[in-house]
């Protein structure tokens, strides 16, 4: 079986079907890592709810989540959007799982991430099996088909194609 490979043949194991319950068992820590954040915060006097790495609303329609984990994390300094739509940072690439923690705690600020660690290669763009990806005008910082990517996502059972060819932090 090739793994890392988007295509699957009749009769073969999907990639997803290998890696689902690692990203489940991976969830589920982060998962817990929020939600005793979330405890102590409470026990601290401050209202404080998490919201966990997968299963969290989304609207279909768009494509969109009701909170942008992504952007988030982008504002908390933890990297930057690049051209694969993912946050990249300058440690993980776009090798990251996320969950939020929405709190009333005032938390000390993070310095801003300078420059961004995706530096327009386009590996992302030109590797895309699902065609999903393009390059971005001067003024956006990507341009995805939303729906492109989830429906190939959904036929192939997985694909984590921008995120193998993409060049950062792949030490």
Request: charged share 20%; net charge positive.
């Amino acid at each position: 079986m090739d793994l890392v490979s988007s295509e699957k043949r009749f009769g073969e194991a999907a990639a997803g079907d290998l890696f689902g319950p690692h990203l489940d068992y991976l969830s589920g820590r982060l998962n817990r890592g929020i939600y005793i954040l979330a405890n102590q915060y409470r026990g601290s006097g401050f209202r404080s709810i998490p919201l966990p790495s997968q299963g969290t609303p989304t609207d279909t329609r768009f494509q969109r989540g009701l909170i942008s984990f992504k952007h988030a994390a982008e504002f908390a300094s933890l990297g930057k959007i690049g051209y694969n739509s993912l946050l990249v940072s300058p440690q993980f690439g776009p090798r990251m799982r996320l969950a939020c923690l929405v709190t009333e705690a005032i938390l000390p600020a993070t310095p801003r991430l300078g420059q961004n660690p995706c530096d327009g290669c386009g590996k992302c763009v030109e590797h895309c099996p699902a065609g999903a990806l393009s390059t971005p005008d001067a003024d956006q910082p990507y341009a995805i088909n939303k729906f492109a990517c989830a429906s190939f996502r959904q036929g192939a059972t997985a694909c984590a194609t921008c995120m193998r060819v993409c060049p950062v932090a792949r030490n």
